[in-house]
Structures are given as structure tokens and as C-alpha cells.
Antibody, heavy 122, light 106 residues
């Protein structure tokens, strides 16, 4: 069971970046997928989620309108398209799964990737 | 906006019980999870649905929720438990992490 993020790097303010997360070792379509970030020396911050079945998308207020989450079940991958990047988007971005057990139950994010670092600086 | 609050730090002696709290309005109406994060590593789920342990998590980790407060308890704390701990609140419209608590075992 593994999640592997990629796509991080150094980008100028106002720029764009696309993160990818490749899943393996489990039935991808049974899981909702999430992006969680951690700024240097700071705590965890939920960024976005996408459900497994309907593909419903959710965003934190801090990224709504700038970031777009998507998934490709055939490629067992989830993506985060990040536009209009700002300095405060600088963080390690983690991909994490949670089991799709319906809208009224929750088993937590039980598998996390190693993270990919995004640095927004001029 | 909804917030959950944790103490920034907790200290415990080896073999003693560590208690980390997480407070938020109507927290008992949401599912609470706890994550452990050691330096340079990804978070690890240690408690879900308030009080359930994932496979592989030691029995010394337990959780509870009452009213507006969720509690992570580590019984017989070991040096290896020194880490940052984050609570997470979830319902259909909320995914929120607390600010984290640094647990020091000394």
C-alpha cells in the first residue's frame, strides 16, 4: 500500500504547479483522496478532498478558487492543480486516503505519502 | 469559522500517562481522529472514530470524546512516543486539524 507524490518545486508568486499522487497496492476506487499541507515549522492543514464514487470536491477557504483537485481512477492517481500561488502556499503537500464508507461515517486518513515540497518565492 | 484547539505542549515522564486534549464547539457531534507525527516523517493515524485504534497501533493509545472535548491518552508512555500529535475533526462539511501538541517524554 503506497502513495507517492510528485510535482513539487520552486515557483514564483502568481505561478502555477500541478501535483500528482500515484496510488498502488489497494483498490483506489474504494477511497476518497485528500491533500494536506504543512508549512515549515507549522501544523497540518487540510487543503482539499475528492470522493471516490461521485467525485465530489471540497476545498479549504484558503485555496478555494485557486486550487483544483481531480482524480483519474484508471491511472489510480489524484492531482492538485495550483494556480495564483502565494508565499503562504509554501509547504510540504501530502496525499492521504480515507475509506469511502458513506457520507455519515469516517475512518480517518490511514495512509499518507511522503510529501512533496512546494516553495513559492521570487 | 470552525476551530479546534490543542495545548501547544505536554510533558510526561516515561511510564506515566500522557493526556492531550482537543476542544471545539459541538466536537462530540463530529468524528475525531488523532495523528502522530515524528520529525521528518509523515503523519500516522493512531485513533479514529473517537476511540478506535488502527491495526498496528499499540494498546497504550486510547481516545475518548465527551461534549466539546476529545482526549488522546497514552498509558505507560515510552520514549518512542515523543512526537507531535494532531486531532482532526470531521463531518460532511468539516475537515479540520488542530494546531498540534508537542509531547515531550522526559
Amino acid at each position: 500500500v503506497q502513495l507517492v507524490e510528485s510535482g513539487g518545486g520552486l515557483v514564483k508568486p502568481g505561478g502555477s504547479l500541478r501535483l500528482s499522487c500515484a496510488a498502488s497496492g489497494f483498490t483506489f476506487t474504494n477511497y476518497n483522496m485528500n491533500w494536506v499541507r504543512q508549512a515549515p515549522g507549522k501544523g497540518l492543514e487540510w487543503v482539499s478532498s475528492i470522493t471516490s464514487r461521485s467525485g465530489d470536491k471540497y476545498y479549504s477557504n484558503s485555496v478555494k478558487g485557486r486550487f483544483t483537485i481531480s482524480r483519474d481512477n484508471a491511472k489510480e492517481s489524484v492531482y492538485l492543480e495550483m494556480n495564483s500561488l502565494r508565499a503562504d502556499d509554501t509547504a510540504v503537500y501530502y496525499c492521504a486516503r480515507d475509506a469511502d464508507v458513506g457520507a455519515t461515517d469516517y475512518f480517518g486518513m490511514d495512509v499518507w505519502g511522503q510529501g512533496t515540497t512546494v516553495t513559492v518565492s521570487s | 469559522s470552525y476551530e479546534v484547539t490543542q495545548p501547544p505542549s505536554v510533558s510526561v515522564s516515561p511510564g506515566q500517562t500522557a493526556t492531550i486534549t482537543c476542544s471545539g464547539d459541538e466536537l462530540g457531534d463530529k468524528y475525531t481522529c488523532w495523528y502522530q507525527q515524528k520529525p521528518g516523517q509523515s503523519p500516522v493515524l493512531v485513533i479514529y472514530q473517537h476511540n478506535k485504534r488502527p491495526s498496528g497501533i499499540p494498546e497504550r493509545f486510547s481516545g475518548s470524546t465527551s461534549g466539546n472535548t476529545a482526549t488522546l491518552t497514552i498509558s505507560g508512555t515510552q520514549a518512542m512516543d515523543e512526537a507531535d500529535y494532531y486531532c482532526q475533526a470531521w463531518d460532511i462539511s468539516t475537515v479540520l486539524f488542530g494546531g498540534g501538541t508537542k509531547l515531550t517524554v522526559l
